[in-house]
T-cell receptor, first 112, second 116 residues
Framework: GQQLNQSPQSMFIQEGEDVSMNCTSS?????WLWYKQDPGEGPVLLIA?????ELTSNGRLTAQFGITRKDSFLNISASIPSDVGIYFC????????????FGKGITLSVRP | ETGVTQSPTHLIKTRGQQVTLRCSSQ?????VSWYQQALGQGPQFIFQ???????GRGNFPPRFSGLQFPNYSSELNVNALELDDSALYLC???????????????FGPGTRLLVL
């Protein structure tokens, strides 16, 4: 099935650094979402974006919905050890009930 | 905690067997979607249940089937298990009522299925 494009597969940063992740698609979406998944857990919603160009923050996290509706980025500022995990972007074409199309995820490691 | 629960947490089956996975949706949510997450991949949409009927299906064969009950909980059934069915199976609950702009899908912890 279709997957969104996330790269690189893994990122390694130092505690306190900022990190930015990008997600692209060949088709448009009406909603972009960013999830974090810890080992043995389901994905947890971090930020949802509903309008092209929208910039939304949630604590140290900031995400933007690209104006072409084919991309989104997530920025984490001043990283801490608990930011370790897998970050997935997901797109929706319909409303909140419509299917989510996910990227392969980026594994983030934070060195203390 | 999302309020979405799944059982069992882990399961081991052999090829050819059948399996049933269960999901209880978050209070107030009337829709359950099922996803398959293979190792190292993002979740893939299997199907969605709304008002006790299948409401959309991804690229999965008919041996993947489901049910939704009047209390909105749901089951995922997989017949004739294959080795490639080994994965984390996630359910997500949501609402069609559009009460809030923040309405979206909330995931349970998943059931890890291993097929030998």
């Amino acid at each position: 099935g279709q997957q969104l494009n996330q790269s690189p597969q893994s990122m390694f940063i130092q505690e306190g650094e900022d990190v930015s992740m990008n997600c692209t698609s060949s088709s448009i979406f009406n909603t972009w979402l960013w999830y974090k998944q810890d080992p043995g857990e389901g994905p947890v919603l971090l930020i949802a974006l509903y309008k092209a160009g929208e910039l939304t923050s949630n604590g140290r996290l900031t995400a933007q919905f690209g104006i072409t509706r084919k991309d989104s980025f997530l920025n984490i500022s001043a990283s801490i050890p608990s930011d370790v995990g897998i970050y997935f972007c997901a797109g929706q074409l319909g409303g909140a009930n419509s299917k989510l199309t996910f990227g392969k995820g980026i594994t983030l490691s934070v060195r203390p | 905690e999302t309020g979405v629960t799944q059982s069992p947490t882990h399961l081991i089956k052999t090829r050819g067997q059948q399996v049933t996975l269960r999901c209880s949706s978050q209070s107030g949510h009337n829709t359950v979607s099922w996803y398959q997450q293979a190792l190292g991949q993002g979740p893939q949409f299997i199907f969605q249940y709304y008002r006790e009927e299948e409401n959309g299906r991804g690229n999965f064969p008919p041996r993947f089937s489901g049910l939704q009950f009047p209390n909105y909980s749901s089951e995922l059934n997989v017949n004739a298990l294959e080795l490639d069915d080994s994965a984390l199976y996630l359910c997500a609950s949501s609402s069609d009522r559009g009460l809030s702009r923040q309405e979206t899908q909330y995931f349970g912890p998943g059931t890890r299925l291993l097929v030998l």
